[in-house]
Nanobody, 116 residues
Framework: QVQLAESGGGLVQPGGSLRLSCAAS????????MNWYRQPPGKERELVAS????????NYADSVKGRFTMSRDIANNTVILQMDNLKPVDTAVYYC?????????WGQGTQVTVSS
């Protein structure tokens, strides 16, 4: 049974950093491409970062390029989103995501609030 569980969110001041984790069970994160999405208050969910299953290549939304880094922790079967130089516009609920065939799997989300 595929399960995803995000953690690491919280309140941070502008310019600060947070490290989000997505613990996976029921599959190996080393074998699949995975994604981080976010949903700002009152807005639609948007893709933030992706990592492919072939060579760990990553892609980022223009709004986070140079500030966010996505990676895998194979030993802990976890994907990571390191977020640096956070801005108030980064405030959102962040979700880990896996597409498996025609199915989409999501975690429960973790709240990130960037405010002074």
């Amino acid at each position: 049974q595929v399960q995803l569980a995000e953690s690491g969110g919280g309140l941070v001041q502008p310019g600060g950093s947070l490290r989000l984790s997505c613990a996976a069970s029921g599959f190996s994160v080393s074998r699949y491409g995975m994604n981080w999405y976010r949903q700002p208050p009152g807005k639609e969910r948007e893709l933030v970062a992706s990592i492919n299953r072939f060579d760990d290549g990553t892609n980022y939304a223009d709004s986070v390029k140079g500030r966010f880094t996505m990676s895998r922790d194979i030993a802990n079967n976890t994907v990571i989103l390191q977020m640096d130089n956070l801005k108030p516009v980064d405030t959102a609920v962040y979700y880990c995501n896996l597409y498996l065939g025609s199915n989409a799997f999501w975690g429960q989300g973790t709240q990130v609030t960037v405010s002074s």
